[in-house]
């Protein structure tokens, strides 16, 4: 008969991927949560990490309870594998939990990003992990969190629209660069973190589950996968993502992916691709697997984005509202 | 000589739009409300004056349902609770109420309107509420509403803070109306501005009140206000109604001690 001590694992000094099981144990419970009432705001109890907060602390924590030695991490920042903040995360996480790290967002099993979504389509096995700085979709037209809370228990979200409208008014189009407010599974508002309107409806119906984790906040929310997230939008203006028809990345040409735009001297502008790992494989030629925006800049869902005009301006925003 | 039975009213033969009967309010120590009831008819404006303190604010936010009484009922010509006392409703429906059926114009604008958001968007916020979802109609609406409210429609899409203080009272004013409510609710509406200004805010009001019929509640404690628009008048002190009539009968002939010294109290 074999002893309790046998049985048990060996007492380490160091915790594997940093946080303690209590931490881990509390966080998986809350994510459990967060899946079953997709885009709810589940409260945890962020912990402390060696970084300050806003740097990525609450999906870290996230990615760190979920990480196993089998996975192979990616990490994005601003669509960069490279960047400052994604170096460190990569370089911290493959210490504590001894993965695999990788830029090839196909081979990764979890990807913690901020502020993008991969070009390629995400399987059905991968986990994606978003940074958050607000988590509060209604923060911005209801000052008050004690509010903003009875607000979604009661799914009374008018006053989102009015942050639409107020974007309407003022810069005649949809200029909610970032952060685009949706509602998920037909329930609760959600903010989808900063990523740009782009990848919005990347969400919907997405095959992976996508988990969302605010530090500082101390709030994270999921949503699974196969679910309806659907961005507010009024009944005549639609919801479009960037207009970036023409622009073509510099290096490879390649067109209808989300772009980042350097201005040159002379007002002129450079052109590059946002996914540095897509740009990669697309200047080495590499096999690139199924996009979420064809070459042609078709949603691979048909019909859930609304037609383009063919002309950039006016906006039906502008035309709305009138000369007065 | 045989003598015709005397007729109420004409006003008074429709049913009241507000009843409220008994109402009870305390703060801790602070009695704010006692026993304070009302009615309205269609149509009519009720005038509330007394000082400060006397609880005229207090009932304006139980009306306004944005506290619940601690005694008291609460009815309002608002369908689909028209028979319900108002008191007794969940957050939910009490929010639709207010939406739909109650609106107020603050003294102060800060409490009343988004100060950075559009005017035009604090319009259409009421109609965002209640469900509106398109932006062509939006915009019609919040027009419409504000150019009702003689407000200049070339700034509509200014912010109220950039706007001088009779503006922002007319955006107020422009947002509680734009559902045609049931209900207004003015705290001081013209206290804080010029006398010109006022006159003009008061022109609003008075053909407001002929135009759409709203049954008003106005709340002052200029009794020229009161004088100018109110058909009938509540003298509030401490917490209790101690004199209520017709306005005339009221500023002409004050039978209450309190109120003999309010009206020969001014200047």
Do not use: C
Not at chain 1, 108 to 118: D, E, G
Not at chain 2, 74 to 89: C, G, K, N, R, V
Not at chain 2, 90 to 106: E, N, S
Not at chain 2, 205 to 214: H, M
């Amino acid at each position: 008969m074999s002893t309790l001590a046998e049985l048990a694992f060996s007492r380490q000094d160091y915790a594997y991927a940093f946080l303690d099981a209590f931490a881990k144990r509390e966080l998986r419970r809350k994510i459990l949560k967060a899946i079953a009432i997709p885009g709810y705001q589940v409260p945890y109890a962020s912990r402390e990490v060696p970084m300050a907060r806003g740097w990525g602390t609450g999906g870290l924590q996230v990615t760190l309870a979920l990480v196993g030695p089998k996975d192979t991490v990616k990490v994005i920042d601003q669509g960069d594998d490279d960047s400052v903040n994604a170096a460190n995360l990569r370089r911290f996480i493959a210490r504590m939990a001894g993965v695999k790290t990788t830029t090839d967002a196909l081979e990764a099993s979890l990807i913690q990003s901020r502020h993008r979504i991969p070009e390629e389509i995400l399987r059905p096995d991968q986990i994606l992990v978003l940074q958050v700085p607000v988590p509060e979709p209604l923060s911005w037209v209801e000052p008050s969190y004690t509010r903003a809370r009875e607000l979604h228990a009661d799914a009374e979200y008018g006053l989102a629209w009015l942050g639409i409208y107020e974007d309407l008014v003022r810069y005649r189009s949809n200029t909610h660069g970032a952060d685009y407010p949706v509602l998920v599974n037909g329930r609760y508002l959600m903010a989808p973190s900063p990523i740009p309107r782009w990848d919005t409806p990347k969400l919907h119906l997405a095959q992976h589950l996508t988990l969302l984790s605010a530090g500082r906040e101390k709030r994270l929310y999921a949503v699974p996968p196969h679910t309806e997230v659907r961005p507010l939008e009024f009944s005549d203006v639609p919801f479009a993502v960037e207009d970036q028809r023409g622009w073509a990345d510099a290096q490879t040409g390649v067109q209808n992916k989300f772009m980042t735009e350097i201005p040159l001297e002379g007002g002129q502008s450079r052109y590059q691709l946002s996914d540095s790992d897509y740009a990669r494989k697309a200047a080495l030629r590499l096999e690139i697997g199924a996009t979420y925006y064809d070459d042609q800049g078709t949603f691979y869902i048909p019909g859930f984005l609304a037609e383009r005009k063919a002309s950039v301006a006016p906006s039906h925003a502008e035309q709305s509202l009138g000369t007065d | 000589m045989q003598t015709l039975p005397l007729k109420p009213p004409q006003l008074t033969q429709h049913n009241p739009v507000v009843r409220a009967t008994g109402l009870q309010k305390t703060y801790g120590q602070v009695v704010a409300l006692r026993d304070v009831s009302l009615v309205a008819y269609p149509g009519e404006v009720l005038g509330i004056v007394g000082e400060s303190g006397s609880g005229k604010s207090t009932l304006l936010r139980l009306l306004n349902l944005q506290e619940s009484a601690d005694a008291g009922t609460f009815y309002l010509e608002a369908s689909p609770h028209d028979q319900q006392d108002l008191f007794t409703l969940d957050r939910y429906q009490a929010r639709q109420v207010r939406v739909r059926h109650i609106g107020i114009v603050y003294q102060n604008p800060h409490l009343g309107l988004r100060m950075n958001h559009t005017s035009s968007g604090n319009v259409a916020e009421r109609l965002i509420l209640a469900g509106e979802r398109s932006f062509g109609s939006l915009r019609r609406a919040a027009r419409e509403s504000l150019q009702v409210s003689d407000f200049p429609l070339g700034r509509m899409d200014d912010p109220p803070r950039k706007l001088s203080g009779g503006m922002q009272q007319r955006v107020q004013l422009a947002k509680a109306i734009a559902l045609k409510p049931t209900l207004l609710l003015l705290d001081e509406p013209t206290t804080g501005l010029d006398v010109s200004v006022q006159a003009l805010v008061l022109d609003t009001l008075k053909r407001l009140q002929y135009e759409l019929g709203i049954t008003m509640l106005i709340v002052s404690h200029d009794l020229g206000v009161i004088r100018t628009l109110a058909d009938r008048v509540m003298v509030m002190r401490d917490g209790r109604v101690v004199e209520a009539g017709l306005t005339d009968q009221i500023l002409e002939d004050p039978q209450h001690p309190y109120t003999q010294q309010l009206v020969h109290a001014k200047l």
